[in-house]
C-alpha cells in the first residue's frame, strides 16, 4: 500500500517537484570540513550533511528528517554558538577526528561538536555532547626529574594521552589526571577474532618495560585478567607494579581495562 501511495504521489506532483538539491565544495583538509559539516548542523541543512554520510551513520539516522530533528535539538538544548574555545583536527586510524568545544547560548560550560571522518573525509560518527572540564592539579607545570623511557618495544598507538579530556578521558578523574592509554595498531585495526577476548589484541601478552631504574615498592599479581569492556570494582588497579624512582617520583604500570 505504502509503494502504491508513493507512485501516485509521484504521477501527481511532478508539477510542483522539488529542485534538484545544488551541490556545495568540500574542503579537503580535515579542519575546514570539520568547520563546514558544524555550520551544516547548525543551520539544519540535513540534505548536503546526508550526503556525506557514511552508509552506516545514515542508517543509524533512518532518515534526512531524523537528520533534521537531531539539529534542531542541538539548537534548543544548546542554543546558538557564541565562541570557540578550542578546535583541531588529529589522524584517527585512517581518517580524521574534528572536535571543537564552543560556548553556546543554552549550555553551562562548553559543548563539544566532534565529527569522526574517514580518508575521503565521510563522515562515519557524529557527537554533540556537553564538554567535560579537566579535574584541578598542581602537576600541570611539573618537568620530570627522572630520564624516562617508553615501557615497551616497537610501534605503539596513543589511543588516550593528553592533558585536556578531549585528548585523554581520565584528564576527567584526579586519580588518573596523566594516565595514557596504549594500543598496538595493524592495519587500522586493534584486534583480530573476538574482541570479547583479551588475546585478539594486538597489545595483549607484549612485554612491559621499566622505563628507568628504580625499588619495586609494590607488586600484585594472580588476579584474574578482565574481559575487554569490563572493570573489576573490587581491584581497579588489577595486576600493577610501582616503582620508586628515588627523587620524589614513582611509576606505575597496571591492568586497566
Request: glycine share 10%; proline share 6%; charged share 25%.
Amino acid at each position: 500500500m505504502r509503494r502504491i501511495f508513493a507512485a501516485l504521489l509521484g504521477l501527481f506532483a511532478a508539477g510542483c517537484a522539488k529542485e534538484p538539491l545544488t551541490s556545495i565544495m568540500i574542503p579537503e583538509g580535515a579542519l575546514e570540513r570539520g568547520r563546514l559539516y558544524t555550520e551544516l548542523l547548525y543551520d539544519g541543512d540535513a540534505d548536503h550533511l546526508w550526503q556525506q554520510f557514511s552508509p552506516e551513520l545514515r542508517r543509524l539516522f533512518g532518515s534526512r528528517a531524523e537528520v533534521r530533528k537531531f539539529a534542531a535539538k542541538v539548537r534548543r538544548d544548546f542554543g546558538t554558538e557564541r565562541g570557540v574555545v578550542e578546535e583541531r583536527a588529529i589522524p584517527w586510524l585512517g581518517g580524521d577526528l574534528y572536535h571543537r568545544s564552543a560556548t553556546l547560548g543554552g549550555a553551562q560550560g562548553t559543548v563539544w561538536i566532534e565529527w569522526t571522518m574517514n580518508a575521503a573525509g565521510v563522515v562515519e560518527v557524529l557527537e554533540v555532547k556537553p564538554g567535560v572540564p579537566e579535574a584541578p592539579t598542581r602537576f600541570l607545570d611539573y618537568a620530570t626529574r627522572t630520564e624516562l623511557r617508553l615501557p615497551f618495544s616497537g610501534d605503539w598507538f596513543v589511543a588516550w594521552g593528553g592533558r585536556s579530556t578531549f585528548e585523554n578521558y581520565h584528564a576527567e578523574s584526579v586519580d588518573q589526571r596523566f594516565a595514557y592509554d596504549f594500543l598496538v595498531v595493524r592495519d587500522g585495526r586493534t584486534f583480530a577474532g573476538d574482541p570479547a577476548l583479551n588475546e585478539s589484541f594486538f597489545c595483549f601478552g607484549q612485554p612491559i618495560l621499566a622505563p628507568a631504574a628504580g625499588v619495586v615498592r609494590a607488586a600484585v599479581d594472580g588476579i584474574a585478567d578482565n574481559r575487554p569492556g569490563v572493570l573489576n570494582p573490587r581491584e581497579p588497579p588489577g595486576n600493577h607494579v610501582i616503582l620508586d624512582h628515588g627523587n620524589g617520583e614513582f611509576w606505575a604500570r597496571g591492568a586497566y581495562r
